[in-house]
């Protein structure tokens, strides 16, 4: 759900929910009660919307610390820390289209640069 929130940006719970349809169905109260509870740990914030009692959600920065613990834990329980592991993983569950190569190949120029 994050993930969507950081590729949509400020959205309603039925934007939300379309995004979230291609993977895993969820009603409109599943959705609304993750949100809340991301609120909660201070990951999302909401904010009334243009019409009605609409309301628009978004991902907070803090969001990004999340995902580099989740990373940092996936990261030692199942790839024993060794994060070639886990890229290699990750690249070989599916086929890389052209562009997405090419994202990866200037990642490793930058982090080859910066050494």
Do not use: N
């Amino acid at each position: 759900m994050l993930a969507c929130l950081h590729e949509l940006g400020e959205v309603e719970v039925a934007e939300i929910r379309r995004a979230l349809a291609r993977f895993r169905p969820l009603s409109h109260a599943s959705v609304s009660t993750l949100l809340r509870r991301l609120e909660g740990r201070g990951l999302v914030s909401r904010r009334k919307g243009p019409v009605g009692k609409s309301l628009l959600w978004a991902a907070l920065p803090s969001a990004q610390a999340t995902y580099r613990g989740l990373l940092t834990r996936l990261l030692d329980r199942v790839f024993a820390g060794d994060p070639v592991r886990l890229v290699s993983s990750l690249v070989s569950s599916r086929r890389l289209s052209g562009e997405e190569l090419r994202r990866l190949r200037s990642i490793v120029d930058e982090l080859e640069a910066k050494r």
